[in-house]
């Protein structure tokens, strides 16, 4: 994961399992790491990439080996709850306020999508929401930004209206 500011990189770190590696540290467990002010949003961040892991690996993966396609996008909270495989709270962003479900499944991706299509992505609170760019937050990051899944597992966080764009919403 690295962190950009325009074309200088601030921050680099590697997530290994429930380890963060620095250049200098590895932080084994970041659940039991007081970690400073500066490296909270990108836990926050590190957080929510998770989240959108674990929905695409244990529920949608679940849900399309019985029934051959992703849930209705109109409907894909509830078959994600109905699984009971992932808990309600993968489906908040850490770094947002109030609701219940911080992201929305693109309604045009199918499992036999290209891998670099986006399947899940941030937008503000709804429940099964569904759509493409137009719903995309910038908001729930420090600094701006939000991260996107793409069909192949890949996370990544997009700062500005160009990079979100330029990815696969059809």
């Avoid at 921050?11 to 039991?32: D, I």
């Avoid at 962003?93 to 479900?101: D, I, L, Q, T, V």
């Amino acid at each position: 994961v690295s962190g950009w500011r325009g074309e200088q990189c601030l921050a680099t770190f590697t997530v290994q399992g429930p380890s963060l590696l620095t250049e200098k540290h590895v932080f084994r467990n970041k659940r039991h790491v007081s970690l400073t002010p500066q490296l909270v949003p990108f836990e926050r961040r590190l957080e929510c990439a998770e989240n959108l892991r674990w929905l695409v690996t244990k529920s949608l993966t679940k849900y399309t080996e019985s029934h051959y396609a992703y849930p209705a996008p109109s409907q894909w909270c509830d078959a994600v709850v109905q699984l009971r495989v992932a808990n309600s709270e993968c489906l908040a962003c850490p770094g947002a306020g109030e609701g219940a479900c911080h992201y929305a499944m693109n309604h045009n991706c199918e499992p036999n999508s290209p891998g670099d299509m986006v399947l899940l992505f941030e937008t503000k609170a709804g429940w099964s929401q569904n759509g493409g760019p137009e719903l995309f937050t910038f908001e729930h990051h420090h600094p701006k930004g939000g991260c996107v899944l793409l069909q192949d597992g890949t996370v990544k966080f997009i700062r500005t209206e160009p990079a979100l764009h330029a990815l696969r919403w059809e």
